[in-house]
């Protein structure tokens, strides 16, 4: 098993371009998460599903869409990117039960936007 | 609204003991949990607790007090391979549902 996987690994934007990153899960999880971390703020949640369908907005929205057209990918679009949006963005998957609670997280995504 | 604290960063030497506490305040609290990231890495899940008390996991161990919105991880023997940043993320919600709110992190450096 892959686990959660990310493309792409790195990314530089110029100010108003848009880019898509991608997120896989092949461990059939319900929930997926998309965060970013910024030095010393810790991870924060951008957007969130809890199905095949269905997003919901995290702590830090604003300037960012999402897509979960099928259940093994989540999908985070930048539509116009602001050097604001530079971040280190992980993608997180976990399944859903009351006893589960680890989140399996990818290996990030660096964007760069200048 | 949700907030956590822990420290930002702490130093210890390899074979010592070191605590990293955890404050927090949330409504709707299931459980806090422990990632690991090394530099570079990604978050690994180290522990969690819904209820009070110690959970132990080899070399770590994680407390909660529900009653003090405080918990703290405890790790010991250390190892230089366990510098890395540590969080603690609050598990809120309803329906059990999986929303994790994280702190800034502590950054830990273990020195020979």
């Known amino acids: 098993n892959a686990g959660v996987t990310q493309t792409p690994k790195f990314r530089v934007l110029k100010t108003g371009q848009s880019m898509t990153l991608l997120c896989a899960q092949d461990?059939?999880?319900?929930?997926m998460y998309w965060y970013r971390q910024d030095p010393g703020m810790g991870l924060r949640l951008i957007h969130y599903?809890?199905?095949?369908?269905?997003?919901a907005k995290g702590e830090v929205p604003d300037g960012y869409n999402v897509s979960r057209l099928k259940k093994q990918n989540f999908l985070l679009g930048l539509e116009s990117a602001a050097p604001s949006q530079t971040s280190v963005y992980f993608c997180?998957?976990?399944?859903?039960?009351?006893?589960?609670?680890?989140?399996?997280f990818g290996p990030g995504t660096r964007l760069t936007v200048t | 609204g949700q907030s956590l604290e822990q420290p930002s960063e702490v130093t210890a030497v390899e074979g010592a003991i070191v605590q990293i506490n955890c404050t927090y305040q949330?409504?709707?609290?299931?459980?806090l949990s422990w990632y690991q990231q090394h530099d570079g890495g990604a978050p690994t899940f180290l522990s969690y607790?819904?209820?009070?008390g110690l959970e132990e996991t080899g070399r770590f161990s994680s407390f909660l007090s529900r009653s003090d919105s405080y918990g703290y991880l405890l790790l010991q023997e250390l190892q230089m391979k366990d510098s890395a940043s540590y969080f603690c993320a609050v598990r809120a919600g309803s329906g059990g549902y999986n929303k994790l709110i994280f702190g800034a992190g502590t950054r830990l450096a273990v020195h020979p």
């Open positions: 607790n819904a209820l009070d």
């Open positions: 599903s809890v199905g095949e369908g269905t997003t």
């Open positions: 461990m059939n999880h319900e929930y």
């Open positions: 949330t409504s709707g609290f299931y459980g």
């Open positions: 997180a998957s976990s399944s859903m039960t009351e006893t589960s609670y680890e989140q399996y």
